[in-house]
């Protein structure tokens, strides 16, 4: 293998570097045949390796990538900064910040971080659950239909959603709004079935074990009437 294939070879390899972590592999960091790219890196960016048009095409391309992702990250942060919310309404920004959260477009632990920090990770599920504890904590009350979030849904219909199980919740979730006195539709119906067994039992049970009685009094007199009207029939 000639130097310029080598070469090429490493900064191929670099490329899938940045395109799993999202950063330039520092130093230490060894190639598939053992060699420092790192190293390596600096080396072609002070000149002291001579490249072809084409792997400089190569670098410009993984600057580039790098350059694009932080700016995107910038552009979603001032954004927030202000708004005081994500950029919901804008399909490209959340598909970004989508491919970003699954991993799917790689960036650093501090891009992360960032990202984290304004709310960008979280599913549209978690960010209306943490705002409804968040409104019973300063209210001490449940939102209602009408009451909006930064983003503009409405937080009561959403919780309809959810007690009904129109809307998923995960097991977690669903305890934390238990917690705040959030009741769903399978506890309220359990609940319903308790209080009519509870009725019957205590209150009802007794006037149907007296109406059951009247009821048995009265067959057993209309068979001794039956009886007394057969007799009477056969003496006559």
Known sequence: MSNEEKT???ILEISDFVLQHGVFPPRGTLSSD????????TRYRTGEVHLTKTQLELLELIDHFLSRTEYNI?????????????PIGDKRMMDTIHSYRIGKVPITLDQQRRLEKIGAFLTPTERMVTFIESYYENY???????VKTKEGYDAGNA???????????TEQQKQRLEKIGVRFR????????????????????QLLSE???????????MIQNDDEICKSYIGS
């Open 8 to 10: 090429t070879k490493m």
């Open 34 to 41: 053992g060699r420092d790219m790192g190293k390596a890196l």
């Open 159 to 169: 919780l309809i959603g959810y007690r009904t199980g129109r809307r998923q919740l």
């Open 140 to 146: 001490e009350e449940i939102p209602v239909r009408g």
């Open 74 to 86: 910038r552009e979603i942060e001032l954004f927030y900064e202000q708004h005081g919310v994500l």
């Open 186 to 205: 399978n506890a309220m119906i359990k609940d319903e079935m308790d209080c009519n067994i509870r009725i019957i039992s205590k209150e009802q049970d």
């Open 211 to 221: 109406k059951l009685k009247c009821l048995k009094a009265e067959r057993e007199l």
